[in-house]
Structure formats: C-alpha cells, structure tokens
C-alpha cells in the first residue's frame, strides 16, 4: 500500500486550491470579456455580461452605451436599448445621439428619431465627415416612408406567393416577419398540422 505522507496531502491542496483559482477565473465577468463577444456579434452573451457589470456600476456611461448597442443589434427587446442611451452623456459621447435615432426608428417612433438624426448631423464631427451627414438624410428619408406608410399602411401592397421553397400548396396567410427581422412566420391551412415550416432570411437571401 502507498504511504501517504505529509508532502502527498501538500500537493492534492494545492491542486485543489490552484484549481479553485482557475474556476473562479474562468467564471469571472469583465468588460474585456462582454467587449470580445459584442465584437463578435454576439449580441445575448455580451448583453448578459453587461447586464451583470451595471449591477455593480449602473451609471457607468461606457457599460450603459454597449449594453445599448448589445440590445439594439440583437433587435430582441431592441425598445431597452434606449434605456441604457439615456444614462448616457450626449456632450462626453455624442454617438449616441445617433443611436438613440436607430433605437427610435427600430421602435416605428419616426418624428423622435429625425429629431436626433437632425441633431446629430449638426454635430461639429458630422459636418466634417460627409459621408454620415449623406447617411443621416437618407435615415430622415426613411422615417418619413415609415410615416407614410403607417397613414396609408396597404397602399401600393401586394401579395405575391414566393414559391414552394416558402408557400405551400395550401392556403397561407397572415404573414408577420420576427422581431428579429429575420424570421418569416405565417399561418398555413395545411392538412398535415405537423408540417411546420421554420426559415430565416440573410441580407443577401435565403437560409
């Protein structure tokens, strides 16, 4: 039988300390971790770790501008994005005087979202920059559509069967696209209740 001596239990307490270390570590939150997956598109992971730090800091004006943008990319609860905008200093970070006119336009607010593309476009670094004053016309442009087809939601619409790779040979109808704006869902009068179809839309086509 092996003798166990007073080294052998030494060793099995530093590796179980020095383990317990490690744990600790790996578990721990930092906003390095919640920036590398914001970076990433990881949008829920970085949105939960953000979440955490502003228990601790909840007025930190950098963890409440990510956590912002975390929410608004994910366009799941896109509207608390503007929550966290709020926290924010406009003079210390004047960005997000156009993201809280993204986070407006996501919501279908469109007069509250020209009213800070306007501002942020007279913004001294915007006028610098001709690009973004170009962008922030053409969000303008498409709040006032947005505004337009709010009044008049059916005007010039049409419906179009897209095919077997999306319709079925039954009827279809109500069709509602996910909050995620990637997510066709629609209902079907198909004899086989089991026969759900399930399918997401890339910016450059189908999944």
Same mark, same amino acid.
């Given at each position: ?15 179980? @300390? ?48 990510? #956590? ?17 905008? !709020? ?15 993204? @986070? ?7 007069? @509250? ?8 476009? !007279?913004? %001294? ?17 498409? #709040? ?27 009827? %279809? ?6 909050? %995620? ?13 089991? !026969? ?12």
């Amino acid at each position: 039988m092996r003798k166990i001596t007073s080294t052998t239990i030494l060793l099995a307490l530093l590796l179980v @300390s020095t383990m317990s270390v490690f744990a600790q570590e790996a578990e721990k939150i930092t906003p390095k971790k919640a920036m590398f997956y914001l970076e990433d598109g990881n949008w829920e992971k970085s949105k939960q770790i953000y979440l955490e730090l502003l228990k601790e800091s909840p007025e930190d004006e950098q963890l409440n501008l990510y #956590c912002g943008i975390a929410y608004l990319n994910s366009r799941i609860d896109a509207d608390k994005s503007m929550d966290h905008f !709020n926290r924010v200093n406009e003079s210390n970070i004047p960005g997000v005087i156009l993201l809280k006119g993204e @986070s407006f336009h996501y919501m279908g607010q469109f007069d @509250s979202a020209k009213v800070y593309y306007e501002k942020y476009k !007279n913004t %001294d670094g915007v006028k610098i920059q001709k690009g973004l004053a170009e962008l922030m016309d053409l969000r303008m442009e498409q #709040c006032n559509t947005g505004i337009a087809l709010t009044n008049a939601p059916t005007a010039g619409m049409f419906v179009e069967n897209l095919g077997p790779d999306v319709n079925t040979m039954f009827l %279809d109808y109500a069709p509602v696209v996910y909050e %995620d704006l990637k997510t066709l869902v629609f209902t079907s009068a198909n004899a086989n209740l089991f !026969n759900i179809k399930y399918m997401t839309f890339q910016a450059e086509g189908q999944e």
